[in-house]
């Protein structure tokens, strides 16, 4: 009898944890997966089939990953951008990795039972039934291809390609498609059609998903969380490291703070071009991060529990901080000039922090920063409070405000710009704040440990109403304390996606014509 009853109990457990995905109704576990992703020959226009072995390659790292995130019991996984077909292609290159992926709005599709559906469908077949046969959630990038009638809209070639991520439910039944917004130097794509923010619905709350250069627009990152009211953020990327204000951990570790969102980002692994860096971030702190530099390093599951979210800090119920944060008028402590040095395209103006403890400020047009700060003991490095309000135009074209302290590259001022990849200075106490005009602030932590970047733990750091502080200091040396904010409402006022990319494309011919003139 007690044999029966035990068994009873056994089965009815398995059955409640397999059917609530193994979460209960605080918590879900999430898992990202960083993947070194092995370059085709994109040089040459090779067959379907050719296109097909390359990605099934990936396909198979990702079944493993899978069926390891499984024994694990993972709710949702996401993979990186251009994880099946590497990055560099031309548009000719890229089409035999291409795919016709149907509206999920439209229609009901479960790739893994009935793959007969669409032709030519063998990536959506494989990936639906990873998430079917492991229970979970899949969201991953891979190309579209939709056919289009002739327009002013459509490509000579008489079909669109979307860089695109697709999303599985735990049924392997397709619950979403994202066609990338914002396009950066991906010539062999086109830029959404619609521009439509895209979320979907699980049982552990409502995510939005997005790929990497989308992160810097309003469209689709504040458009999800004001309209949408998403509380989770699935991020496949492809993102490489441009410190001292935008490596992949410090930048998107700070978005989830300032949105208090769950997010989930899943960068390539290609350190050799400084392609690392993935995490699952809450809006308290990274709970799992990767960071490898080595070029000898390979692919990396991370797996973490996260609070069950249903808003976030920009939904009805929550509004961020709409007024500038409150400077005080003080004199820098060093008697130091301000000076200026260019940082990643843009002239910021900077001051010396050149006491082992003090108050600096400075400011950039009508941006003024304030920092207080105290070193562990006297600074041998050089260290710059830095300000920058403008238009970015390098690589894009953002409207940004950033306050920011770093660690100079050399102990020359000319070098602060540049910001370095080493440090040996502890703070015990650091406060940064500005007068920023736009409430959309991401505060970035960036340290240095084991010769690779770090992030501060959780509870060495707080930030509230624009004011960053870590109070009783940080555990290891900093590269950069800064608050970086976006103003969406002074952007260059570009009028569509494709004028986007038009600029975009006139940058990378200027910055392609100065290196050939410089060889």
Known sequence: MLSRFLKFVLVTFSFLYVNTGGYDDKTFRAAVYEHATVPPNREVVVTRQEALEYMTKNLEVYRKVTEEARLQSVDIIVFPEDGLTYMGHTRKSIRPYLEYIPDPKREQWNPCENPQKYPNTEVQ???????????????????????????????????YQFNTDVVYDSSGTLIAKYHKINLFFEFMFDPSTSEEAVSFETPFGTFGVFTCFDILFRNPVVVLMKERG??????????????????????????????GVNFLAANMHNPRYRFQGSGIYSPEGARAYYYNNSVSSGGKLLVSDLNILRTNLLSEKHTLNDEASVVDPLINDSEQQVFQDETFGDVFNYVVLSKSSGKARVCHNKLCCTASYKSLENIKELFALGAFDGLHTKEGTYYIQVCGIVRCKTNNKSSCGEGSVVSNTYFTQLTLSGTFRSPYIFP???????????????????????????????????????????????????????????????AFSLLLLTFLLKC
């Not at 990327?237 to 978005?255: G, I, K, N, R, Y």
């Open 125 to 159: 077949h494989t990936l639906s039934c990873l998430a079917k046969n492991n229970s979970l959630y899949i969201v991953a990038n891979m190309g579209d291809i939709q056919p289009c009638a002739s327009n002013d809209t459509c490509p000579p070639d008489h079909h």
């Open 230 to 259: 998403v509380s989770n953020i699935a991020f496949p990327t492809a993102w490489m490291d441009t410190p001292p204000f935008l490596a992949a951990v410090q930048f998107h570790s700070a978005v989830a703070a300032a949105f």
């Open 444 to 506: 970035e932590i960036l340290l240095f440990g084991e010769d690779t970047f770090q992030l501060a733990p959780p509870n060495n750091w707080s930030y509230a109403n624009g004011v960053l502080e870590a109070m009783n200091g940080l555990e290891q040396p900093l590269l950069s304390f800064s608050l970086f904010s976006r103003d969406y409402d002074y952007d260059l006022l570009l009028t569509s996606s494709s004028a986007k990319q038009k600029v975009t494309e006139i």
